[in-house]
Nanobody
Framework: QVQLVESGGGLVQAGGSLRLSCAAS????????MGWFRQAPGKEREFVAA????????YYADSVKGRFTISADIAKNTVYLQMNSLKPEDTALYYC?????????????????WGQGTQVTVSS
């Protein structure tokens, strides 16, 4: 069993920055992939970024490339999402997710474990 706890959300003006953290506990192994997703009111949950412990590979949605950076501290079992140049359309509930199966995992259904989410609000 894996538990995920997100933190770091808040209210920020457009152009500002936030760093989200996802602390993982339980049986996290080097073959796991950690993802960030977001869900805005009235919209479906969407992929933002992913990090695979093995090889430290990263993946990003086109909408956040060049602005967001996913990273990890393996010793702390923590994954971060650094968000720069934030836009009002980035406003959403941000979720951390984890999965131990192989392959590129970009879809909501491809993750077995989820956190409760942290709210990010970007004002114009």
């Amino acid at each position: 069993q894996v538990q995920l706890v997100e933190s770091g959300g808040g209210l920020v003006q457009a152009g500002g920055s936030l760093r989200l953290s996802c602390a993982a506990s339980g049986r996290i192994f080097s073959n796991y992939v950690m993802g960030w997703f977001r869900q805005a009111p009235g919209k479906e949950r969407e992929f933002v970024a992913a990090f695979r412990w093995s090889g430290a590979r990263t993946y990003y949605a086109d909408s956040v490339k060049g602005r967001f950076t996913i990273s990890a501290d393996i010793a702390k079992n923590t994954v971060y999402l650094q968000m720069n140049s934030l836009k009002p359309e980035d406003t959403a509930l941000y979720y951390c997710a984890a999965d131990g199966r192989p392959g590129l995992r970009l879809g909501v259904l491809e993750y077995a474990y989820w956190g409760q989410g942290t709210q990010v609000t970007v004002s114009s």
